[in-house]
């Protein structure tokens, strides 16, 4: 495919997705109908439609509309190119702008965004704008900045069967180019290769898992030491109990209120060379129990635009009954002198500070022994991890 029918295919692609169709299955079902397009041309399609959706409404700014056609407008004036070089009916390319796409186009890209809301310029809802102020300070303009950008590829080198320089090599034999990351001795970010990580043999021997840096770093900041018994009570995929597994020996339990998403745990266990029980009722007491609970994701949203977009006030305050609803039933599983260990991937103090401060409010009877926040601007996602005692 040429660069101009990629950038065709990815507005119509867009206009279906905005139309309500998540972006996986319209990228997924396109792909199966047209069995012509190779690899590199599903990446770059791809890649253009989550740019467009990472950048939904700065690029419909530019590009005079939220429609596919305005959103991939308005994704080449934020390259600096003239979309008419693009736009031009020939080669499969996009058909040439009407009269009324170019006078809406702006004219001086770069004006328009500073003179636009700083909600449109950065490219969050406005109801969510106050929230973000409230949670990041002066930090919120950079933070929104970053997470209109692609996410890196980061992989967490598992210490039960090698360290991080034997398995950059491993990688690397593989021609995967790796650099280790700051924030956690586990990280390494992929520079080149990357598509090549999930096929490799250092990934199908348990060498390395993929999983976001700050991820990794708050199994690093929980309290383990050696023969912990511990519950990953949110468990989903359970990067986290491997997380914490590949670190000590203990004994590791994981549930989830959704069995399902358990379901590649055993597998990824086995790879990574650990034991892990899977149980739908967990019976206490546990040393640590890891409440890596539901929320808006939004620490993660370069990685899922499409979470920014669908969230709501009202999504927002059932996620919070959810959490304090999870602390309230974790606790109660967590042994003399144990941990209670709170975790999201969101940027808004609502689910973080709040709801612990929340959950202390109905049961005075814990502390906080640990707290911290990591934002994307340490390179990872956003996270908060505040680790819980009883007092007394
Ligand atoms: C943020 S995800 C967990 C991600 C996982 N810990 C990881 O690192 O890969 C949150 C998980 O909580 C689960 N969940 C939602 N409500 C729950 C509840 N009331 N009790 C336990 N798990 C719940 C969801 O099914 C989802 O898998």
Redesign the pocket.
């Known amino acids: 495919m040429t660069p101009e029918a990629r950038i065709a295919t990815a507005a119509d692609l867009l206009d279906v997705i905005l139309a309500g169709d998540p972006a996986e299955r319209a990228l997924t079902d396109w792909a199966r109908r047209n069995r012509y397009a190779g690899s590199r041309d599903r990446a770059a399609i791809r890649d253009h439609v989550y740019d467009a959706l990472r950048c939904r409404r700065s690029f419909a700014l530019l590009g005079g509309g939220e429609t596919g056609r305005g959103l991939m407008l308005g994704y080449l004036l934020s390259e600096g190119r003239d979309p008419r070089d693009v736009f031009t009916g020939q080669g499969y390319g996009p058909a040439p702008l009407t009269g009324a796409e170019a006078a809406a186009l702006a004219e001086t890209p770069a004006e328009a965004l500073r003179a636009a809301p700083r909600p449109v310029a950065c490219d969050m809802p406005d109801w969510l704008w106050p929230q973000l102020e409230t949670s990041l300070g002066d930090r919120t303009e950079t933070i929104a900045a970053i997470l209109r950008r692609r996410a890196p590829v980061f992989l967490r080198v598992n210490l039960r069967k090698t360290d991080r320089a034997a398995a950059r090599a491993a990688l690397a034999a593989e021609e995967i180019v790796t650099r280790p990351h700051a924030l956690a001795e586990t990280a390494l970010e992929v520079t080149d290769g990357a598509r090549r990580v999930a096929m490799s043999r250092a990934y199908d021997e348990g060498l390395v898992e993929l999983q976001d840096a700050a991820?990794q770093a708050v199994a690093a900041a929980l309290p383990l030491r050696e023969g912990l018994s511990v519950l990953?009570?949110?468990?989903?995929?359970?990067?986290?109990t491997l997380a914490i597994a590949g670190r000590i020996d203990g004994t590791f339990t994981a549930?989830?209120?959704?069995a399902g998403?358990m379901a590649d745990l055993p597998e990824r266990a086995r790879r990574a060379g650990i034991a892990v029980t899977l149980t739908d009722r967990p019976r206490g007491p546990f040393d640590l129990v890891l409440c890596?609970?539901?929320?808006s994701g939004s620490g993660a949203w370069r990685r899922s635009p499409s979470g920014k977009w669908a969230l709501s006030q009202e999504t927002l305050d059932r996620l919070n009954a959810?959490q304090l609803?999870?602390l309230k039933r974790a606790a109660g599983l967590v042994a003399p002198g144990g941990t209670l260990a709170y975790v999201t991937?969101s940027l808004l103090r609502a689910e973080n500070q709040e709801r612990v401060a929340a959950f202390r409010a109905t049961d005075p009877g814990w502390r906080i022994a640990a707290e911290r926040q990591f934002l994307p601007d340490e390179g990872g996602d956003g996270f908060y991890l505040a680790c819980l005692s009883r007092t007394g």
């Open positions: 991820s990953d009570y949110c468990a989903g995929g359970g990067g986290k549930h989830d209120a959704d998403r890596d609970v539901p929320c959810t609803d999870i991937c």
